[in-house]
């Protein structure tokens, strides 16, 4: 087994006014969008998987048991499309989010495209959109700088989700 990475450097510190920027538009589409919290959680649990950011998948997982997700369906964030565990809306939310974190050389498909749009609203869509950037630029910088999972435990209140 291997051991974790250590940390490299405190991005938040070094970059505050560039972090608490993004911060900012973290907490807009979060309380301005129209996107429902648990479809937020799992898009970003998903997105978190698909770069391996351990520090990310722990917090998004932790915030959505604090919100009242239920543990099997964490569970089955990575297996999404075999799961019976997800709505329709869910399942476009999880897809959108595989197509724009896996750019594709040609891009998001037309097919793609239709499939989220089936679900959800055109400011929906780009609400969850900018989500999915979002988690994406939080990914990059937690694998980029090895962040360690839970040290913000405490400060974020993950600590009352009761996963160690």
């Known amino acids: 087994m291997s051991?974790?990475?250590?940390?490299?450097?405190?991005?938040?510190?070094?970059?505050?006014?560039?972090?608490?920027?993004?911060?900012?538009?973290n907490t807009a589409v979060a309380?301005?969008?129209?996107?429902?919290?648990?479809?937020?959680?799992?898009?970003?649990?998903?997105?978190?998987?698909?770069?391996?950011?351990?520090f990310c998948l722990?917090?998004?997982?932790?915030?959505?048991?604090?919100?009242?997700?239920?543990?099997l369906r964490l569970y089955h964030v990575a297996a999404w499309q075999e799961s019976p565990l997800f709505s329709d809306k869910e399942r476009a939310a999880l897809a959108w989010t595989e197509a724009l974190t896996?750019?594709?050389p040609g891009g998001v498909s037309d097919a793609q495209y239709a499939q989220a749009r089936e679900q959800?609203?055109?400011?929906?869509?780009?609400d969850l959109t900018y989500q999915i950037m979002l988690i994406n630029a939080w990914n990059r910088a937690g694998v980029a700088f090895q962040t360690q999972p839970?040290?913000?435990?405490?400060?974020?209140?993950?600590?009352?989700?009761g996963l160690v």
């Open 3 to 25: 051991q974790a990475h250590q940390p490299r450097l405190n991005h938040a510190q070094l970059s505050g006014d560039l972090f608490k920027k993004l911060a900012e538009v």
């Open 31 to 54: 309380k301005g969008g129209q996107v429902d919290a648990t479809i937020l959680h799992l898009v970003d649990i998903r997105a978190s998987q698909l770069n391996g950011c351990a």
């Open 58 to 71: 722990d917090m998004h997982v932790k915030q959505a048991k604090l919100h009242g997700e239920r543990e």
């Open 102 to 104: 896996r750019l594709a």
């Open 120 to 126: 959800f609203s055109e400011k929906e869509l780009s």
């Open 150 to 161: 839970g040290v913000f435990d405490k400060a974020f209140g993950l600590d009352k989700a």
